[in-house]
């Protein structure tokens, strides 16, 4: 199972925080509880942090850019 897998069969504050950020984009971190989350979706490598307000995420794109190689 990839960590996707695993996070979204728990149906927990990580899914629905990535369910967020995948939807609207970004995703802003309110309680310690969704603060953690999104701790463990960033060392999974789902979420990426913002550099200058530590409680916005941004969801990591799967996919190389057009211009990248793998």
Known sequence: MNPRTQIDARQST???MLRTAERDGVVIDRTQQERQACLRLNGHGLLRRDCKLASRWY???T?????ERP
């Open 59 to 61: 969801p990591v794109e």
């Open 14 to 16: 990580a899914a629905r």
């Open 63 to 67: 996919a190389p850019a057009s211009g």
